[in-house]
């Protein structure tokens, strides 16, 4: 399952010595050093493919400018759990979102606006090699093209949603032009990405499954999925049946099934798994040191980065602390058959001898989903920067619930009942009944208690407007706090060469 990596660290060494962009300019020296040795890359059909894996290797990125992995910081910002971590002065980014005072110069949005400019830059990058080159196969042609416009799309996607009006790029810059690129607007972002995600959509000879050494690699029943999401995270209630009929195609998709055990979804024994519609990939393989820290090791670094400090007993490896679970979403999961495959409670590993140093904001409850098991901890390299679990981005019941939504606000009731059923009837939960709003809320807290710690809730909250009420008492003010500040040496650079960026309101 992981051999894709094969390819992929191959394809970071070697193209990532002229793709690497600096931590003080990113996007912005794009194109502006190692033309050479770029010049005579791309060559052939084997370079074109390790092209493409360099695409894809951005989407494991957990190591830019700090510790900023998106899932574990989403799950902060969010009212699932704390930053936590040794104290207050550990990592001052998780704790200033989680806090909402972030501003430009403090704050994650270094590495998270890095990480999506970056990604969109190696899939412009890659596109126009591809339609340069002469020696690949038709087929080739056709896949990778849907596969690298997935990929920008999934991140002008994440860049859209943090940021609001980011640069509009669909092409290699040159010197000439790098500075003179304005923000969009959203919608024209959301217009782009519903460009590729269609073109990809129409792509014949991307496949609908995909095994062995592909896995990992982007399918129909992904392009679908994203899409869906795409239109209903833009809130347009007169696209919710346009919507739905994404999700169905992917529901409908016989090779996608519920785990019959809601524990198994996340065992590292059962990656790419029925449910699974879009899966990040992590490795092991790599064997990294903290020299390779800055994305090279392959690593999940949640995975460290959730479980308990100095923690000594059964199952767990020791972690850094941070994401210590809510009081309020253990309130909420309480009596849920989902609980204990979802959070740790701490005083029952100390009833079986365990210990464990409290971090900050502590509450002794931890996440389960991603938690580091001794059976999984690397055997070379670092261990806290080599843990091989993948990340489940879309899985089924997310699909399910989505379109549970999106037929809920075009008035279909039946069929949102339908599948949100489906989702509670798997872990022997009594079907719900209901209408308009009633029902609605019932989705949204089937979605905060499925989906719980998985990255989802923050932006859960922000597209349906329950932002300020749900985390209000942790700082977040309205009509700021939906966006992160763009960072300001971002600003200052534009500035420095005569263009302008506009600071997101309330920063």
Known sequence: MKN???YKTLGFLLIGLFFAQSCDKEYLDVGTRGTDLENDFYQTPEEMFQGLVAVYDVLGWHGTAGWTMKMGLLTAASDEAFAGGSDAGDQPDWVAWDAFTVNPELGPQVGLWQKSSTGIYRANLFLQKLAENTTVSAEFRARSEAEARFLRAYFYFDWVRLFGNVPLITEVLSQDNIYDQAQASPAEVYAQIEEDLRAAKATAE??????????????????????GKVILYQNDDARMNEAAVLFEEVIDDPQYELEANFGDIFKSSNEF?????????HSSNRAGGWGDFGNGTEGNYNTQFFGYRDYAGPDFAF?????????????????????????????????????????????????RKYAGLTEDRALNGEAPLNWGNNEREIRLADVLLMA?????????????????????????LQPLSGEGQALLDAIYLERQKELATEGHRFFDLVRTGRAAAELGDQGFTANKNELLPIPQFEVDIVASGGGTFKQNPGY
Do not use: W
């Not at 798994?273 to 990939?281: D, L, R």
């Not at 606000?409 to 022997?428: I, K, M, P, W, Y």
């Open 273 to 281: 798994g029925t449910e699974s519609v879009f899966e990040i990939v």
């Open 319 to 367: 972690g850094y602390g941070f994401c210590p679970i809510s009081e309020k979403l253990v309130e909420v999961m309480d009596g849920d058959p989902r609980f204990e495959h979802t959070i740790i409670d701490g005083n029952q590993l100390m009833d079986q001898g365990a210990s464990f140093t409290p971090s900050y904001q502590s509450t002794g409850y931890r996440i």
């Open 404 to 428: 549970a939504e999106a037929h809920a606000r075009a008035g279909n009731s039946t069929s949102a009942r339908g599948h949100l059923n489906r989702v509670r009837t798997r872990v022997a």
């Open 4 to 6: 894709l990596f094969k």
């Open 206 to 227: 991307l496949p609908s499954t995909v095994s062995g050494d592909e896995l990992g690699r982007i399918t129909k029943g992904a392009v679908n999925a994203l899409l």
